[in-house]
């Protein structure tokens, strides 16, 4: 009897494990679901290949590998999660466009790395709230007023690199950019300051995407421990200028604390801590890596850095009094600069996943997207889609001077669109422009090792890029 008891429970076991697992693969949907698999259950088809790392600056595989199978829709599950992965570039701009179908949303490893109070998907009056935060230090005007100190500080590290022999220009450029951030966020100094901000931010993306399995030794991890580290000396700053008010350190944490002391304020310090940390984070990461990547560009491209150099030599030869710094006119007049820009980050795909959830059910060409389900666009696959732009894995910046500017808008989207439109996009361009104006008229380098990519699928540098190095001054 107690035989045929446990015989029986352990079926019941397997029949509904059997149920779930089948649910799982076929989800319900009042429509048509995109085509797809769902992997093996719960791990989803991540450990198959997701997360392995590439080389190339191409799709990756394993979106290519469903594209060949099933379209440019299609469903797959990661990490347990049931996504809609689009690459298709009219899709993906709906996606970004219509804010109230598709609401911010971001894993849940995501979340967790980027602070408790969910600012990755933050939406309504304290996004706005926050965004109009940033938008008033990298507004037009206050970029006008920027400009100067991100040249001081570009013209003072690339001097700095002539005088060597050899340079490892990732490191390099990773160093300038968290200056001037450092500083201009929160007065970080390197030499005075006790805490290896930069050490622990590297920790920290290193396992930003990566399989996020929090056991010590594992990438994401270290990564949480990064932030821990970042976080601590944050709240420690916060609470040094809590007991000094009338210190005036003119960075950006001093205006968040201003907002702070508002009575009406809907920040309170948590908020404004995690707002701190994902602002170093965003503007370290990305830009960094873009003026890498133009870096290496222009060493594979001599005819591309050829025409950057007249571009820029043309403007200093214009100049009247040789003292003065880079005007906001001479800027706003670099057009080769911005074409190179541009093709620099459409192959560059600095972000190269972003995420959003479907809040109803969703109608697309012949396909329905189910509410409550993640949708996963994939701007590489946008970016190099050869009917987008021809050749796309040729690095090409002329392609921008004949590019249909509306389609522009449909098939570029390094930085993401809609809504949430990326706040520092014009002052990431600034830096890239005003640092490659500083490269080309005073620096000449030539690689020697390094220099590769890796993909998993976050753009990373393994071996650095080292160069040799000297001063162009004449
Ligand atoms: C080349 C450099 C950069 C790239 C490729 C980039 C890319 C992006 C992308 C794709 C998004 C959209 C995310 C989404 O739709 O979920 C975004 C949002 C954002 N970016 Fe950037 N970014 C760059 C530089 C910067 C800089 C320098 C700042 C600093 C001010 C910044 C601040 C932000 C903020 C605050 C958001 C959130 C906007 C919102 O949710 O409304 N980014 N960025
Ligand atoms: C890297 O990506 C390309 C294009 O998607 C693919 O052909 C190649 O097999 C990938 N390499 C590895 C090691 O996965
Ligand atoms: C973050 O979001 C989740 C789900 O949207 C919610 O359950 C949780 O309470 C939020 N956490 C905070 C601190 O707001
Ligand atoms: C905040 O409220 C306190 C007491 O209610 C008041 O004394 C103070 O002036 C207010 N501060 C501001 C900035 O409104
Ligand atoms: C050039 O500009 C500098 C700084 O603005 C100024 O001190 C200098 O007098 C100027 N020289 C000429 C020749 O105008
Ligand atoms: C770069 O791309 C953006 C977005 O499509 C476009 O508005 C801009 O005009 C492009 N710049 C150049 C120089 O083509």
């Keep these: 009897m107690l035989q045929v008891g446990l015989c029986l429970i352990a079926a019941l076991f397997v029949i509904s494990i059997t149920h779930w697992v089948y649910r799982w693969s076929n989800p319900k949907c009042n429509g048509n679901l995109p085509p797809g698999s769902m992997g093996w259950s719960l791990l989803g088809e ?76 933050l939406y309504g009056s304290l996004h706005k709230y926050l965004k109009n935060m940033v938008l008033s230090v990298v507004s037009p005007e206050s970029l006008k007023k920027i400009l100067p100190e ?8 690339i001097e700095g690199w002539a005088n060597k022999k050899t340079v490892e220009l990732k490191t390099a450029v990773e160093d300038m950019i968290f200056e001037l ?13 006790l805490v290896n901000l930069k050490k622990n931010f ?61 009575n009406d304020t809907i920040l309170t310090e948590e908020i404004a ?49 040789q003292t003065v710094g880079l005007s906001w006119e001479e800027y706003k007049s670099m057009t080769f600069t911005f074409q190179l820009i541009n093709e620099t980050l459409r192959l560059a795909n600095i972000a190269p996943l972003l995420f959003r959830k479907a809040v109803k059910d969703i109608k697309f060409k012949d396909y329905t997207i189910p509410s409550g389900w993640a949708v996963m666009v994939c701007p590489p696959a946008v970016h190099l889609d050869p009917v987008n732009y021809k050749d796309p894995l040729n690095f090409n910046p002329w392609r921008w001077e004949a590019k249909d500017l509306k389609s522009a ?29 500083c490269l080309v008229t005073k620096y000449r380098w030539q690689a020697i090792k390094g220099g590769d990519i890796v993909r998993t699928p976050g753009l990373q540098f393994p071996n650095g890029f080292h160069a040799t190095s000297e001063s162009s001054y004449v």
């Design 46 to 121: 991540t450990l198959q290949c997701f997360f392995t790392p590439n080389h190339t600056c191409d799709t990756p595989a394993f979106i290519k590998s469903r594209i060949k199978r099933y379209g440019s829709i299609f469903r797959t599950s990661l990490v347990g999660l049931q996504v809609i992965v689009s690459t298709d570039s009219e899709l993906s701009y709906m996606v970004f466009q219509q804010g109230q179908s598709f609401e911010s949303w971001y894993p849940p490893s995501f979340t967790k790395v980027f602070g408790s109070q969910n600012l990755s998907s």
């Design 150 to 157: 991100v040249e001081s500080v570009a013209t003072r590290h």
């Design 181 to 193: 951030i450092g500083k201009m966020l929160i007065s970080y100094d390197l030499e005075k300051s």
């Design 202 to 262: 590297e920790a920290f993306i290193q396992g930003l995407i990566s399989f996020p399995l929090e056991i010590p030794g594992t990438a994401f991890y270290k990564c949480l421990q990064g932030r821990k580290a970042v976080m601590v000396m944050l709240k420690n700053m916060l609470e040094t200028r809590w007991a000094k008010p009338n210190k005036v350190n003119n960075d950006f944490f001093d205006y968040v604390l201003e907002e702070l002391k508002q």
């Design 273 to 321: 801590l995690d707002f701190m940390f994902l602002l170093l984070f965003v503007n370290y990461e990305t830009t960094s890596k873009a003026i890498i990547m133009a870096i290496k560009f222009l060493t594979d491209n001599p005819r591309a850095l050829k025409e950057l150099t007249e571009e820029h030599e043309k403007i200093r030869r214009k100049r009247e009094n």
């Design 409 to 437: 808008s449909t098939t570029f989207m390094a930085f993401g669109g809609g809504q949430r439109f990326c706040v520092g996009a014009d002052f990431a361009k600034l830096q890239m422009a005003v640092f490659l104006h």
